[in-house]
């Protein structure tokens, strides 16, 4: 059976991706569950998970001796953008440090490997005003968590160029859906609306809004984002080269609140605040470059709200 591995697999798009690869996979999970939860996976005996840090290289050169990957897919960071401008030091050990170590480990024990898949982030574009994003753009990333996701890229497209290691990157947008962690640092709003949403029912509850709300996002569904993973680490035209993982449709936060609103039958009481350090005003993707290798989006936002308030129920 092929093996692949995960790490940061225990959390949100990570435990999805386990989802998608458990019934015909040995699939393998490295997981520290500072952000995850190990509740998120299934109990499988295709499933092998590993309570461990992404930076002990002694525990990756174990699992990467003891083990032959044809996929890898590293997700494992610290998500949380505040978190970076607060401790840069911490969290570029783990948002960089770590793909280095595991790009060498790969470089050692590539001998079935089929694919090294790095999830970036559309931070890296910073607050550019040319829109849509395009990948052969300018980047300008205006926080270490940036920082590091563009130069971890860079790197793990290098190594495919270098040393003919086969690796891919891609670039996500706004993801949500179900199991994404309101509580954590750093969740996307959806999240977060959706459990002041739950609350709502039996209490007036207020959503603190920085900005005016006209800010624009492009909200992508957990279930296309893993769509648009597996058709990466599939094709032969994506080696050595990165992607961005979005819908190319813009939304204001205001309007997507709207029609959240209107899906749950409830409301928040809205507090504006002014815009934080680091917060992008607009950002949507041109999607062209994955959808020339197959990807199209199958979950409008109006079905994946849906899907993600019925799940909460």
């Not at 952000?35 to 174990?62: A, K, Q, W």
């Not at 280095?100 to 890296?124: C, G, I, P």
């Not at 809004?209 to 769509?227: A, M, P």
């Not at 449709?249 to 029609?259: H, N, R, S, T, Y």
């Amino acid at each position: 059976m092929k093996k692949v591995l995960i790490t940061g697999g225990a959390g949100f798009i990570g435990s999805h991706l386990v989802d998608y690869y458990i019934e015909n996979h040995q699939v393998f999970v490295i997981d520290d569950l500072s952000m995850g939860n190990r509740l998120n996976l299934p109990d499988h005996t295709n499933l092998t998970f590993i309570e461990g840090d992404v930076c002990d290289e002694s525990l990756l050169r174990e699992i990467f001796t003891a083990n032959k990957f044809e996929y890898i897919f590293h997700l494992a960071a610290v998500a949380s953008v505040q978190d970076s401008i607060d401790r840069p030091q911490y969290t570029h050990k783990v948002n960089f440090d770590s793909t280095l170590m595991m790009l060498e480990l790969t470089k050692e024990h590539q001998d079935k490997l089929k694919r090294f898949v790095f999830t970036s982030s559309a931070a890296v574009y910073g607050d550019l005003p040319t829109l849509p994003k395009t990948e052969d753009l300018a980047v300008l990333p205006k926080t270490p968590y940036a920082i590091d996701k563009y130069a971890s890229e860079r790197y793990v497209l290098s190594y495919s160029n270098l040393y003919n290691i086969p690796t891919s990157a891609v670039r996500f947008f706004n993801v949500y859906g179900p199991r994404q962690n309101p509580l954590s640092p750093y969740s996307g709003v959806i999240s977060i609306i959706t459990d002041k949403l739950k609350r709502a029912q039996s209490e007036e509850t207020e959503f603190v809004l920085f900005g005016n709300g006209e800010q624009t996002r492009d909200f992508i569904n957990v279930k296309d984002v893993i769509n648009a993973l597996v058709i990466v680490s599939q094709s032969y035209d994506s080696l050595g080269k990165v992607y961005n993982v979005g819908t190319g449709k813009p939304v204001a936060l205001i309007d997507m609140m709207e029609l959240y609103f209107s899906i749950t039958g409830r409301k928040l009481v809205i507090i504006n605040k002014p815009s934080r350090d680091g917060d992008i005003k607009e950002s949507y993707a041109s999607i062209k470059a994955i959808q020339n290798i197959g990807f199209e989006q199958k979950v409008t936002l109006e079905q994946g709200l849906e899907k993600y308030w019925n799940s909460v129920l």
